[in-house]
């Protein structure tokens, strides 16, 4: 089963705006992933949040992770056609294998961004 | 380029047929993950090594599928007698785990069509 839900499910925005998803998930985690995968490639790692932290930036993107209410939002800032792509949340387990847990990341099921030029 | 590679990037394969795939992951990482991604979905979790041992298996891996790394380095998935269900992207990742980080880094994928 999927444990990260991204919202919304497809997004399209004029270049220069700004792009907002969100994501939520169930369980306890240790870190939080934002991955980017265009159509019918594979997916590159973009920004990965602790969950001991709170915001995170890199470059034009801005994480926050909201630990209490099982949420993340990722913000693309000053949007590009080439920023066209899905976007995905992975989620891994506090607890890894040893422990009982998992070593697994979780997926939603992705946002759909489409940045018009 | 993540630096993950994997053969074939493309299958296409008739009902009942084993297929094989290869990933090569970046050379110092230990862990080696697969998970297989169908349309409109977010990929799914398979299986992963720590080196050569394959430490966790998921319950989507029936057993007609096997995965093996056999020096840690290198790894393979085979499906055996392929059925139409099997169609979708596989894809591995590799990570070095260290301080509680688990960054993985995705291969391309190999896409597998049953027919």
């Known amino acids: 089963s999927q444990q990260g839900e991204e919202d919304p499910q497809a997004l399209s925005i004029q270049e220069g705006e700004n792009a907002t998803m969100n994501c939520s998930y169930k369980?306890?985690?240790?870190?939080l992933q934002w991955y980017r995968q265009n159509s019918g490639r594979g997916l590159v790692h973009l920004i990965l949040i602790r969950s001991n932290e709170r915001e995170k930036h890199s470059g034009r993107l801005r994480v926050t992770l909201d630990t209490s209410k099982k949420s993340s939002s990722l913000l693309i800032t000053a949007s590009r056609a080439a920023d066209t792509a899905s976007y995905f949340c992975?989620?891994?387990?506090?607890?890894?294998?040893?422990?009982?847990?998992?070593?697994?990341?979780?997926f939603g099921k992705g946002t759909k961004l489409t940045v018009n030029p | 380029d993540t630096g993950v590679s994997q053969n074939p990037r493309h299958k296409i394969t008739k009902r009942g047929q084993n297929v094989t795939f290869r990933c090569d992951p970046i050379?110092?990482?230990?862990?080696l993950y697969w998970y297989r991604q169908t349309l409109g979905q977010g990929p799914e979790f398979l299986t992963y090594f720590q080196n050569e041992a394959q430490l966790e298996k998921s319950r989507l891996l029936s057993d007609r599928f096997s995965a093996e790394r056999p020096k840690g380095s290198f790894s393979t998935l085979e499906i055996q007698r392929t059925e139409q269900g099997d169609s979708a992207m596989y894809l591995c990742?590799?990570?070095?785990?260290?301080?509680?980080?688990?960054?993985?880094?995705f291969g391309p994928g190999t896409r597998l069509t049953v027919l």
């Open positions: 990742a590799s990570s070095l785990v260290a301080g509680g980080y688990n960054e993985q880094f």
């Open positions: 369980t306890s985690i240790n870190n």
């Open positions: 992975a989620t891994d387990a506090v607890l890894g294998v040893a422990q009982g847990g998992s070593e697994k990341l979780v």
């Open positions: 050379s110092e990482h230990n862990r």
